[in-house]
């Protein structure tokens, strides 16, 4: 079993749409939830975390996270063309000193 | 500079040469890391540094050599590479280890022939 899942995707999304990006993962005692963007030929670039349960907003990206089902989600309102890239799911590893991520999730914003 | 930069950006080495690749944060940061990136495949975690001591090793064949002179400088040495070792190598790092936030530098794009 993988210890992060994400949906390889491409998930179209048509420009002002909401995105919804899903992650699972697998070790109960994970504490900290990240999401990077990495846009093609690019390093990746964090743009959420979260810790608690519940909703974290800023700007358009809303990160969702449920301890108890074990996922973690991150909505783009308004998706613009320019959100089009590859986003990563980055959960830390609780018996290590590590981010553990996933294979990531291709978004296309379609003008 | 600012952030986290890595020297040279792309680099085409035969299997006999032997290269070094610089990492430098710019961030106070304790903690740093290298990992590799192939297509289609998620980041693989190579070497964690914290403190300038090496506290992880995935694994990681021989013929790459991490070296971590201080907390803010981090070099893979290369040598006798294969060309399944082409890849994107990234360098990060973060405040401490544990799991936190982590800041990547821009990679360096690697071509073995």
């Known amino acids: 079993q993988k210890e992060v899942e994400q949906n390889s995707g491409p998930l179209s999304v048509p420009e002002g749409a909401i995105a919804s990006l899903n992650c699972t993962y697998s070790d109960r005692g994970s504490q900290s939830f990240f999401w990077y963007r990495q846009y093609s030929g690019k390093s990746p670039e964090l743009i959420m975390s979260?810790?608690?349960?519940g909703d974290k907003e800023d700007g358009r990206f809303t990160a969702q996270l449920n301890k108890a089902s074990q996922y973690v989600s991150l909505l783009i309102r308004d998706s613009q063309p320019s959100d089009s890239a590859t986003y990563l799911c980055?959960?830390?590893?609780?018996?290590?000193?590590?981010?553990?991520f996933g294979a990531g999730t291709i978004l296309r914003v379609k003008s | 500079e600012t952030g986290v930069t890595q020297t040279p950006r792309h680099l085409v080495m035969g299997m006999t040469n032997k290269k070094s690749l610089k990492c430098e944060q710019h961030?106070?940061?304790?903690?740093m890391y290298w990992y590799k990136q192939s297509a289609k495949k998620p980041l693989e975690l190579m070497f964690v540094y914290n403190f300038k001591e090496q506290t992880e090793n995935n694994s990681v064949p021989s013929r790459f050599s991490p070296e971590c002179p201080n907390s803010s400088h981090l070099f893979l040495h290369l040598h006798t590479l294969q060309p399944e070792d082409s890849a994107l190598y990234l360098c990060?790092?973060?405040?401490?280890?544990?799991?936190?936030?982590?800041?990547f530098g821009p990679g360096t794009r690697l071509t073995v022939l």
């Open positions: 961030l106070g940061h304790n903690a």
């Open positions: 990060a790092s973060s405040p401490q280890t544990g799991g936190g936030e982590q800041f």
């Open positions: 980055a959960v830390n590893s609780e018996y290590g000193n590590k981010l553990v």
């Open positions: 979260i810790y608690s349960n």
